[in-house]
């Protein structure tokens, strides 16, 4: 099987030598290394990666403006490493295009990130193509049908949480710590 070809995608020179290093360590072969959204978005055009890590806040062109211009142009797995890898913010990456979203990795998470990379680079994408104007979002009402109201069996309020990646080891922490 052929080296994975990998784009990383970093402002911090420290940052992109330390994954570009982790990769490379790891059998995976990195085909460039960009300082800004922008360079990313022309050297996924020009080096045709497999995959792409994306940090989120650089110069130029930041990583969210850079994860949609890719996914617009040519889609290419992408998989954001970024220290404001908070819920909001990877769930913007992800709604244009990412496809995974994880804090920067430290010199310890060398095969975490290699396999990682491998999986995603064989996840096949879709290309977002961008509206020329955005659509209004419709409120709950106008998508929902009715419905008509149903017998309460209980007074008790209902509580619903929903998870994905990484959510199963959340849900134990918080499901454990309710009283009976």
């Known amino acids: ?3 994975i070809r990998v784009l990383v995608a970093d402002d911090s020179s420290s940052a992109r030598t330390m994954i570009s290093e982790m990769l490379r360590q790891g059998g995976l072969t990195v085909v460039g290394e ?17 995959i792409i890590t994306m940090d ?9 403006d850079a994860i949609q211009e890719i996914m ?10 970024s220290s404001i890898a908070d819920a909001a913010n990877g769930c913007r990456a992800i709604s244009y295009g990412a496809l995974e979203v994880l804090q920067k990795p430290t010199l310890s998470d060398g095969k975490i990130l290699c396999d990682k ?13 961008r509206r020329k104007t955005p659509t209004p ?15 309460s069996l209980s007074r008790a309020p209902l509580f619903v949480i929903a ?8 849900l134990e922490q918080i499901i454990s710590s309710l009283p009976v």
């Open 163 to 170: 998870s994905s990646t990484g959510g199963p080891s959340a």
């Open 34 to 50: 960009a300082r800004n959204g922008l360079e990313a978005v022309e050297m996924t055009a020009a080096l045709k990666p497999d």
């Open 137 to 151: 979002p419709q409120k709950i009402e106008e998508i929902a049908s009715p419905l008509p109201p149903r017998p």
């Open 72 to 81: 617009n142009l040519k889609a290419i797995p992408i998989l954001v490493l």
């Open 1 to 3: 099987m052929a080296s």
């Open 56 to 64: 989120l806040e650089m110069p130029v062109m930041d990583g969210f």
């Open 117 to 129: 990379v491998e999986m995603l680079a064989e996840v096949p994408v879709i290309r977002h193509i």
